[in-house]
């Protein structure tokens, strides 16, 4: 069983078909949220066609809330697939972090830095 089955729905911010959205208990940034599907599947590609379709709708329902408090100056759309990849829960979650200006001396690359020495080109 994941550890997202045992999120109380005080915590959940948002509900559509298939995921909720929640705020990360261990924030990247302020804002930083988590879409996580209703069904337990450990990763994007184990999504079904319906599930994949509502995703883009979710990560905008994320961004509103996030800009609801906040005011990002760009983003961060990640999905860990499978344990080489960094993903620890095999659930499927989607991980939408708002990013602000200075928050990283050098944010080029930005998602490329999850192999180290990749960021830079």
Known sequence: MSVFTEIPESRILYTGANFFIVKDIYPVSDGHMLIVSNREVEDYFALSESER?????????AK???????????????MNCGEIAGQTVMHFHCHVIPRFKGDMQDPRGGIR?????????
């Open 53 to 61: 379709s509502e995703l883009d709708d979710m990560i905008l329902e």
């Open 64 to 78: 509103k809330l996030i800009e609801s408090e906040y005011d990002p100056d760009g983003y961060n759309i990640g």
């Open 113 to 121: 830095h999850c192999v180290e020495g990749k960021g830079y080109y």
